[in-house]
């Protein structure tokens, strides 16, 4: 086989080429070969969305081993929001890497652990006095901020929404909602969690202080205000659905919590960092969260979590009580401190905004001309399309993922999501350009029209 190959370049981040270019079939053969390597040696519980091996990836592209040129509209989940292999985030890791790579904040503390967490203190929603722990992933930072209500309400139980994502650790699965892939075969599943219904515009009609009062239903009748520690909800919800609740919604469970002395958990793991056009998405609804989880787009790419919020329930746990032993890894912080200095500084909020107008005028142009998009929705650069039957309005997951696929196979990398596998999400990078932002949304609208 002989194969025209345009060498990759070897380092990734904005100066890559901008453009999508596929020289093979997608996966070309070297992708196929990692592919078949991956199925023979990784487990076949870990699946992929995109059949190629990545090499480098910047701007708003993922470049693979056979050097196609892939437009990214998703991130790697709503992660590289600052841009792939951003360059200050890369000076960051290289330098502290070459300092010292680990000693465990529990042993001897560093100050980048110290930044990352005042940053976090100042940067979200409300004035009043925070502290924060850092992690490695968001399912840890939920975990964490639960055993933090526990411990400070002295009560036990957890309410958790319809369709809510939290993870795939034991009580994350307990969390969440939907039983595939998530949680089916992986019980039991930790005790004293509830689920209250949520608000879902496109699907229950109701106005926010409507499908507010049925959830204080639920979790009054069936679960006892007096026994609750921690309400978790994702203001906006990601896996889910992207699903935005009806105003009003957010602020009446706030204001329950605030009266029953139950601590509100924002789940802001992928809503995070700009992502929706603010800092964080509970600034859009007007809401202040006792608590706030962070993961994703923190850190430009490496792992890292954060668990914010006031800081007498933040201080209620014994000495010792948290902690892990890589939780705040010192390169982490350093990428931390990049791209924290990246959103505040760079435009990513006004960005995300503009990125934002243009997800939704291309995706209301193609619901006007197809009924089969029975929604469009989200804040930002976290938007999406809802597929439906148009006779009967049910669910279309079929036709979502072949969709998905068809744009896949064209060099455009987009995400499905949702209980009911029927959305299309785009978590674009916000280092894209417009032109390649509009290029990819012209593939999936010609991908809609071919289905
Ligand atoms: C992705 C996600 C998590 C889990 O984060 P991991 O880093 O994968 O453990 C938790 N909550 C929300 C809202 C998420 O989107």
Redesign the pocket.
């Known amino acids: 086989m002989s194969i025209d190959i345009d060498i990759a370049a070897p380092v990734g981040g904005p100066a890559l080429p901008q453009e999508r270019r596929l020289v093979t079939s997608i996966p070309g053969p070297r992708s196929q070969e990692v592919l078949d390597r991956k199925a023979a040696a990784v487990s076949a519980g870990i699946g992929h969305t995109v059949p190629v091996a990545a090499v480098a990836a910047g701007g708003g592209v993922v470049v693979d081993a056979d050097g196609n040129s892939l437009i990214d509209l998703g991130s790697g989940?709503?992660v590289t929001t600052v841009g792939n292999a951003h360059p200050a985030v890369v000076a960051a890791v290289q330098e502290q890497a070459a300092r010292f790579t680990h000693t465990c904040f529990m042993i001897s503390p560093y100050e980048p652990y110290v930044a990352v967490a005042e940053a976090l203190n100042r940067l979200t929603p409300g004035d009043h006095m925070k502290k924060s722990a850092l992690f490695?992933?968001?399912?840890?930072?939920?975990e964490n901020a639960v055993k933090i209500a526990r411990i400070h309400t002295k009560r036990q139980a957890v309410i958790a929404f319809d369709h809510?994502?939290?993870?795939?650790?034991n009580l994350?699965m307990a969390l969440t909602a939907k039983a595939m892939p998530y949680k089916s075969g992986f019980g039991p599943f930790a005790g004293e969690v509830y689920r209250a219904p949520l608000s879902y515009p496109f699907h229950d009609g109701l106005n926010g202080a409507d499908a507010a009062a049925r959830a204080i239903s639920v979790i009054e009748k069936q679960v006892g205000a007096g026994n609750v520690a921690a309400v978790i909800i994702?203001p906006i919800?990601?896996?889910g659905g992207f699903i935005v609740p009806a105003d009003g919604f957010l602020p009446a469970i706030v204001e329950w919590c605030r009266a029953n002395g139950v601590v509100f958990i924002a789940?802001?793991?992928?809503?995070g960092f700009a992502r929706t056009g603010a800092m964080f998405a509970s600034e859009l609804f007007g809401i202040v969260p006792d608590l706030i989880?962070t993961?994703?787009g923190i850190a430009g790419g490496l792992?890292l979590?954060a668990v914010t919020g006031r800081a007498e329930i933040m201080d209620a746990s014994h000495t010792g009580g948290l902690g892990g032993t890589y939780g705040g890894n010192p390169i982490a912080c350093a990428a931390a401190l990049a791209a924290i200095d990246a959103f505040e500084n760079d435009g990513l909020i006004e960005r995300a905004n503009a990125i934002g107008d243009i997800l939704r005028s291309r995706l209301e142009a193609m619901q006007a001309a197809d009924p089969r998009i029975g929604d469009v929705r989200g804040r930002g650069a976290m938007s999406a399309a809802e597929f439906v039957d148009p006779a009967t309005g049910e669910p279309d997951a079929a036709l979502t993922a072949a969709v998905a696929k068809a744009c896949i196979a064209e060099g455009v990398i987009v995400l499905t999501c949702g209980t009911y596998g029927n959305v299309i999400r785009f978590l674009p990078p916000l280092s894209i350009g417009d032109d390649l932002l509009n290029e990819g949304l012209d593939v999936v609208a010609a991908a809609l029209a071919a289905h």
Request: hydrophobic share 30%; aromatic share 4%; proline share 3%.
């Open positions: 989940i709503a490695n992933s968001g399912a840890e930072a939920v809510a994502y939290h993870g795939r650790t994350t994702e919800q990601g896996e789940d802001e793991v992928q809503t989880t993961a994703k792992p979590a």
